[in-house]
Structures are given as C-alpha cells and as structure tokens.
C-alpha cells in the first residue's frame, strides 16, 4: 500500500487509519517483536492542528507517534522500517524534526530546550509538545510550561486527552487537567478522542 515516494503518501482520516491497521496485522503476526501504542479516534483532531505545523518547527510526542510522524512528513516506508526494528515507542527523525520518547514526560524538557535554542538563534520555528492528559498533570509538564511562559518561548503545548493513564481514569487520580492558555509566543491547545485499541498491543496477541 506504500512505498518510499514520500510524496505518494495522502495524508487524510483515511491513510492514517490505514497504516496504523497494517501495522497492527504485522503484530497480530509476530512480525513486530517490540512493543507498540497505536493511535486511533484522533485522526481528524490532529489533522487540524498539522495544518498549522510548518515543516522548521520541531514536533515533540510520546510513544504513541506513528500518526505525528506521518503527519510531520516521515516517509510510511521509513516509518515502517523503523517499527518493525522494534523503535515504535522512541521514534526520532532529526531530519525531519521530530522526536519521541518511551518515558512519561520525557520530552516535555527536551521540547523547552529545543524552543530555547531556536530562540537564541533568532529563528521562528516554533515546538509543538504532544502530551498525554496524565503527564499533563506531573510536576516536569508544570514546571515546563511555568518556564515557558517566563521566557516567552515560541511553542504550543498539545494535551491529547483520552482520559486515561494506561488503565487509570485521569478525572480519578487528578480532577482535571492543564487549564487552556495563550501567553504571548506561547500557547496550549486539547482535544479528546477515545480510541479502539489498548494501551499497547492490539488486544489479540499476549505481550511479555
């Protein structure tokens, strides 16, 4: 269904979705002998907030990024490659300007330094930081967006609430998240979705 053209890739509700079931029938077959989080109900949520991603900025995400990827202009063939090695929950593409990471909130400071940097070199490129509605809660998201705003960094923050952390209910444990703000260069942005798949895997295949 694709090949390494980057440009024959599409990017609609429909192709995401599609790379996103293939790569859960390569699970499903032992293909992928690492871990992976799919993405899924939040297609046209993210579709939107690309449309705004220029190709200089830097896009920042967590283990669940195969649509980040695709959308910040990763070839699905590289893509692919990447995941099946086993990467799917720490995909970086410098080239490209994206990273991820496996650890909960671990590129949230990363994404402040990369704003930081931009700033000093007089550029324009602005850090868009994906985060979950949990890590939206922990004391480095905080403490990440309080240091922001003072240094009037050019990023937008992305809380991708769906509701959970893992197994855990986020309204539970925390009552709320991160309010929406707009602060000179800085900015925060939310949308919740509910998605098919668990936390990891796909739900038809043990994983140890």
């Not at 970086?92 to 931009?118: H, K, N, Q, W």
């Not at 994906?130 to 990440?144: K, N, R, T």
């Not at 923050?157 to 309204?171: A, K």
Request: glycine fraction near 8%; proline fraction near 4%; charged fraction near 20%.
């Amino acid at each position: 269904m694709y090949d390494a053209l980057d440009m024959a890739y599409d990017r609609t509700v429909e192709s995401l979705i599609a790379f996103e079931t293939e790569i859960a029938a390569l699970f499903n077959a032992g293909q992928i002998r690492a871990p992976v989080h799919l993405s899924d109900g939040n297609e046209a949520q993210l579709l939107e907030i690309f449309r705004e991603v220029q190709a200089q900025d830097w896009v920042c995400c967590s283990w669940r990024s195969h649509y980040h990827c695709l959308l910040k202009g990763v070839p699905p063939a590289l893509l692919r490659a990447e995941i099946m090695a086993g990467r799917s929950i720490a995909l970086c593409f410098p080239d490209y300007r994206i990273v991820s990471s496996a650890i909960a909130g671990g590129t949230v400071p990363i994404a402040v330094g990369l704003a930081m940097g931009e700033k000093r070199r007089g550029s324009n490129a602005r850090v868009w930081c994906f985060l979950g509605d949990m890590v939206a809660e922990s004391g480095i998201a905080h403490e990440c967006v309080k240091y922001a705003s003072r240094q009037m960094l050019n990023m937008c923050f992305v809380i991708e609430n769906n509701g959970l952390s893992v197994c855990t209910p986020t309204m539970s444990a925390w009552g709320s998240t991160l309010p929406g703000m707009e602060d000179g260069a800085l900015m925060m942005k939310s949308y919740n979705y509910h998605s098919r798949y668990p936390h990891a895997g796909v739900g038809e295949r043990v994983q140890f």
